[in-house]
């Protein structure tokens, strides 16, 4: 079993003098692992490299929860992989340890309140989406712009003249949306014993 130390510097913070006070109360760490975060490097990769050590019986301390997280969904995010490994997790200045039992009470209750929160955050989406419609906005992706000449295009492609990569360059569209846009106006593939025999080299 392992014991490790994790430290995070925000932008704001100079050195880990604060949170190593804290963990010197621990100490024995078999490893420390400090994350400083900024423009250029906004991810927690020391975190990362962490994770994937972790073993069943370790225990990783952080001073204070948002020195070991985000937000609550990081939080749940992170400790699945604590889960999936056995892994435990102490934060010092909420007196937060998953070994006790009042750790793993506190650990229910927290998901109790992130699932709720995520079902209102659900359910104020679908209310966001359904008023948006009633008021005639559309939702999700914009529809993708198709030229004046698609049809002519179209029976080009489906009459084997031209095959579908060419078909979708003079749309000006990707294989997939040129296909989909023409199966939507009725179009269809034609056979491959009707294509020429120049084209189905270039098909192949």
């Known amino acids: 079993m392992a ?6 510097l925000d932008k704001t913070e100079k050195d880990v003098s604060r949170q190593a006070m804290q963990l010197d109360t621990i100490g024995g760490f078999d490893k420390i692992f400090v994350d400083r975060i900024s423009d250029r490097s906004p991810q927690r990769e020391q975190r990362q490299k962490m994770l994937a050590m972790l073993a069943a019986g370790d225990v990783v301390y952080a001073a204070a929860a ?21 892994a435990e997790l102490v934060l010092l ?16 209750m927290l998901k109790t309140f992130a699932r709720l929160d995520y079902l ?3 359910e104020r989406k679908k209310q966001g989406i359904e008023a948006a419609r009633g008021q ?8 993708v ?14 009459s084997g003249q031209i095959n579908g990569r060419e078909a979708a360059r003079r749309a000006g569209l ?19 014993t009707a294509l020429p025999a120049d084209r189905k080299a270039e098909e192949t």
Do not use: H
Request: proline share 6%; glycine share 6%.
């Open 174 to 192: 990707r294989s997939t949306s040129f296909y989909k846009k023409a199966a939507e106006l009725g179009f269809k593939a034609p056979p491959r």
């Open 3 to 8: 014991r490790y130390a994790y430290m995070l």
């Open 66 to 86: 948002d020195r070991f997280c985000d937000q609550t969904r990081d939080f749940f995010e992170v400790f699945f992989e604590f889960e999936q490994r056995g």
């Open 145 to 158: 712009a198709i030229p004046a000449q698609f049809r002519e295009i179209c029976q080009l492609w489906a």
């Open 93 to 108: 200045e909420e007196n937060f340890d998953t070994r006790s039992l009042a750790g793993r009470q506190s650990l229910k």
């Open 136 to 143: 005639g906005r559309r939702i999700g992706r914009p529809p």
């Open 120 to 122: 209102f955050q659900s």
